[in-house]
């Protein structure tokens, strides 16, 4: 049929028209493909069945030859859960709202659409051993500094380093819902404390593991390390939920660089191994920045609470010398495992008048559990 119209088969079912082509070849040799254009005649759809895409939380259906996409309503029943009320693809979720959620996780974590439960504030703080010849800075000129940090932010459970016993002492006297589990540290009695509130946990078991080459043997000096050095833990049991978890509180050596890779290669270790299958929460002034090996050790198994929330931030120094400058290395931690949501973290910069609770900033974190 020369010189006149020529109908091939398009690939999706439909057929496409060239005016004049010669040749009536299958692969469409010789045609200008350039002006086919689609038969609009063709109806896309027949029935419902040919509009589903496999999205549980829409109504798929076929209405003049066209398919529609409804979205169910938010809260619909589907096979994660419920539907978020949407018609993106992904939209099936284990909840949209709070009422969705048992009483162990009784809360919607709205942007994962994950029950989670109750918030649990956690903190890091070194609060900077007292008798050093600090002047303006001495113990005494800032306790009261310290112990409003913790009025004001109200953590449940706070890792402490370079405790003498008569700050932890100043502390449990200012904060009578809280208590106490201390090691000594070292030969100076310099103490690791994890303080918590008594009235919202409990603990129900605590060990120490000494941070050299004998980690049972109490106050063994390891690799190069200049001091001895211990890591704190206990498992907690929240008295509200009884959810438990495990936390970890640890000060490394500030001048052995094997010792702090060993150290956090030690307690990765224990922390992959912990004999019940809890959420670990790991805390601590590590003496190293955030790109060192012993981060990046850490880093294989647990994330920074902080760069979770601000991934792009640069004023993070944590050390500052009493001087409240922000552009130091980052060395204090909130580390958890990723599977924790961690709804906010900062570093908190809190001062009255430039003077400051202690030579290091406190670093705290909100998270929550699946």
């Known amino acids: 049929m020369a010189g006149g119209d020529t109908t091939l088969a ?3 079912g439909g057929e496409v028209t060239t005016d004049g082509g010669t040749s009536g070849s299958d692969d469409g040799a010789g045609l200008d493909v350039g002006t086919l254009t689609p038969d609009v005649g063709v109806p896309a759809c027949s029935t419902d069945e040919q509009c589903d895409d496999q999205n549980e939380c829409t109504r798929d259906r076929c209405v003049s030859g066209e398919c529609e996409f409804a979205s169910e309503p938010q809260g619909t029943p589907c096979s994660g859960g419920v539907c978020d009320g949407t018609s993106e ?29 109750e918030p649990l504030r956690v903190m ?80 129900e078991f605590q060990g120490t593991y000494w941070l050299s080459e004998t980690p049972f043997e109490p106050f063994t000096v ?40 060993e150290s956090a290669t030690y ?9 019940q299958d809890l959420p670990a929460i790991f805390v601590g002034d590590l003496n190293a920045d955030e ?11 647990l994330e920074d609470t902080f760069r979770v929330v601000h991934p792009e931030a640069t004023d993070v120094g944590t050390s500052h010398g009493f001087s409240g400058d ?45």
């Not at 693809?89 to 439960?117: K, L, W």
């Not at 200012?174 to 310099?190: I, K, S």
């Not at 049991?237 to 702090?260: C, E, M, P």
Request: charged share 20%.
């Open 267 to 275: 307690l990765v270790s224990r922390v992959e191994g912990r004999l």
């Open 10 to 12: 398009a690939s999706d």
């Open 89 to 117: 693809v992904d939209s099936c979720f284990v909840c949209v709202s709070d009422d969705q959620c048992g009483e162990t996780t009784p809360r919607c974590d709205v942007a994962s659409h994950t029950c989670v439960s």
């Open 124 to 203: 890091s703080f070194n609060i900077r051993v007292a008798g050093a010849a600090d002047g303006d800075n001495a113990w005494d000129n800032r306790r009261d500094l310290a112990i409003k940090v913790i009025t004001d932010h109200d953590p449940d459970v706070v890792g402490m380093q370079e405790v003498q016993p008569n700050q932890r002492q100043d502390f449990l006297n200012a904060l009578p819902e809280m208590t106490a589990y201390a090691q000594a540290a070292d030969q100076f009695g310099n103490e690791n404390v994890i303080l918590y509130r008594a009235d919202r946990l409990t603990l």
């Open 222 to 261: 390891g690799w190069d390390a200049t001091y001895s050095r211990n890591c704190i833990w206990g498992i907690f049991t929240r008295n509200s939920d009884g959810r438990g978890f495990y936390v970890y509180n640890t000060h490394f050596d500030h001048q052995g660089s094997i010792a702090r890779l």
């Open 326 to 370: 922000m552009t130091g290395a980052k060395i204090d931690y909130v580390l958890v495992e990723p599977s924790t949501i961690v709804e906010a973290a900062q570093i908190i910069h809190d001062n009255t008048d430039g003077h400051y609770p202690s030579d290091h900033f406190p670093v705290s974190a909100q998270i929550s559990f699946h």
């Open 291 to 301: 790109s060192s090996p012993p981060l990046l050790e850490l880093n294989e198994l």
